[in-house]
């Protein structure tokens, strides 16, 4: 978070995040760091805790936020996936 609050004060608008920014950089490590997320424009489902990071970095710094991706949990298997906020 410090290095969006950095970003925003030098006047960045847009802040991109790396690949699995949120957990081990390893496909074997999904099981364990996997998060269920909404559908896009589901706004009664729970928000994840990474979501719920990014949004509430966005606000605050008024950034966009592209999540980089994060270990998501589907039905039938986990995979990465990326977020904009």
Known sequence: ????????????QLAVLPEIWNSP????????????????????????????ILIDAAKEHGLWIVGGSIPERLKDH?????GVE
């Open 1 to 12: 978070k410090s290095f969006l609050a950095e970003a925003a004060q030098k006047g960045v």
């Open 25 to 52: 950089y390893a496909t074997a490590a999904f099981p364990e760091y996997a998060e269920s997320l909404p559908n896009v424009g589901d706004r009664s489902a729970p928000l994840s805790p990474s979501s719920q």
């Open 78 to 82: 986990d995979d990465d996936t990326n």
